[in-house]
């Protein structure tokens, strides 16, 4: 099912109407009306600017924007840190250039990390739709759909492994090569879509173009590892085995720079909601 806006805004909206607590820890949903800012209310229903019993203390959007913009620093700082653990522990089991990020899959061990790695990132990048949503960001329809698209690739990309080389193709590999394929291809698309919405807001034109320049070059890289994967399936010439040795390598120059296009993304979300 795609993943529209009004579902990003149901989902802001709950952790919004969880933020509503009274002095004893409990949750209220009924504490203010939508939109409410700072307001504190009384066990009475009357508006108090001070902190007691019987007080509700919710968070206003500025602060929940906050708290999705931290959730997805965390959840790219940890996919950094999953990356990184990946190629320095079991550097000596798999060629970073000719293998793909997938196949640490293919490793019990490293298969956990690998996981934990792409699951952390699909929590960071729907924290980030999240908080752009949840701000007015100018989105868009579109995007929002790509953007889903993005963080539902990865978390399938996640849960389902990948075939080993010269292996018959089985339906969780195939979901794999589906979804990977799904997410490389929705971010920079979406990115490009926003780029050109931020484009006609004078404030963020700057911003606009660092947007629209990395989702290109994410575009190339995502064209020339689809070269390489195909060069794989059918190496009918030393040219095709030559790029096909390089698949790993086009593969990370890829999601090197979708994390490029996220963390542009995430600047661009931060600028525009200072500006409100």
Same mark, same amino acid.
């Given at each position: 099912?795609? $993943?529209?806006?009004?579902? $990003?805004?149901? $989902? +802001?909206?709950?952790? /919004?109407?969880?933020?509503?607590?009274?002095?004893?820890?409990?949750?209220?949903? /009924?504490?203010?009306?939508? *939109?409410?800012?700072? $307001?504190? =209310?009384?066990?009475?229903?009357?508006?108090?600017?001070?902190?007691?019993?019987?007080? =509700?203390?919710?968070?206003?959007?500025?602060?929940?924007?906050?708290?999705?913009?931290?959730?997805?620093?965390?959840?790219?700082?940890?996919?950094?840190?999953?990356?990184?653990?990946?190629?320095?522990?079991?550097?000596?089991?798999? /060629?970073?250039?000719?293998?793909?990020?997938?196949?640490?899959?293919?490793? /019990?061990?490293?298969?956990?990390?690998?996981?934990?790695?792409?699951?952390?990132?699909?929590?960071?990048?729907?924290?980030?739709? +999240?908080?752009?949503?949840?701000?007015?960001?100018? =989105?868009?329809?579109?995007?929002?759909?790509?953007?889903?698209?993005? &963080?539902? %690739?990865?978390?399938?990309?996640?849960?389902?492994?990948?075939?080993?080389?010269?292996?018959?193709?089985? =339906?969780?590999?195939?979901?794999?090569? &589906?979804?990977?394929?799904?997410?490389?291809?929705?971010?920079?698309?979406?990115?490009?879509?926003?780029?050109?919405?931020? *484009?006609?807001?004078?404030?963020?034109? +700057?911003? !606009?173009?660092?947007?629209?320049?990395?989702?290109?070059?994410?575009?190339?890289?995502?064209?020339?590892?689809?070269?390489?994967?195909? &060069?794989?399936?059918?190496?009918?010439?030393?040219?095709?085995?030559?790029?096909?040795?390089?698949? %790993?390598? +086009?593969?990370?120059?890829?999601? !090197?720079?979708?994390?490029?296009?996220? &963390?542009?993304?995430?600047?661009?979300?931060?600028?525009?909601?200072?500006?409100?």
């Amino acid at each position: 099912m795609a $993943i529209t806006s009004r579902h $990003i805004a149901a $989902i +802001a909206n709950f952790f /919004d109407a969880r933020l509503f607590r009274d002095s004893g820890g409990h949750a209220r949903h /009924d504490a203010a009306a939508p *939109g409410a800012s700072f $307001i504190q =209310v009384a066990s009475t229903g009357s508006p108090t600017p001070h902190h007691g019993a019987g007080v =509700v203390r919710p968070m206003n959007a500025r602060h929940v924007s906050r708290v999705l913009a931290a959730t997805t620093q965390a959840g790219v700082a940890a996919c950094l840190v999953g990356a990184t653990a990946l190629h320095v522990g079991w550097a000596h089991k798999f /060629d970073a250039v000719r293998q793909t990020v997938s196949d640490y899959a293919l490793d /019990d061990d490293a298969n956990q990390v690998f996981t934990a790695t792409a699951a952390c990132l699909s929590v960071g990048s729907m924290s980030l739709l +999240a908080s752009a949503v949840h701000s007015r960001f100018p =989105v868009g329809g579109a995007p929002t759909v790509l953007l889903g698209t993005w &963080c539902a %690739g990865l978390a399938l990309c996640a849960a389902f492994r990948t075939d080993p080389i010269d292996s018959p193709t089985t =339906v969780g590999g195939l979901v794999h090569n &589906c979804a990977c394929a799904a997410a490389v291809t929705a971010l920079p698309a979406g990115g490009l879509l926003i780029a050109r919405r931020l *484009g006609r807001l004078p404030a963020l034109k +700057a911003r !606009a173009r660092s947007l629209r320049l990395m989702s290109w070059a994410s575009t190339a890289a995502g064209a020339s590892f689809l070269a390489t994967y195909l &060069c794989a399936q059918a190496p009918a010439n030393p040219a095709a085995r030559w790029m096909a040795g390089r698949q %790993g390598l +086009a593969e990370r120059v890829t999601l !090197a720079l979708e994390l490029g296009v996220l &963390c542009t993304l995430a600047d661009a979300v931060r600028a525009g909601q200072a500006r409100t």
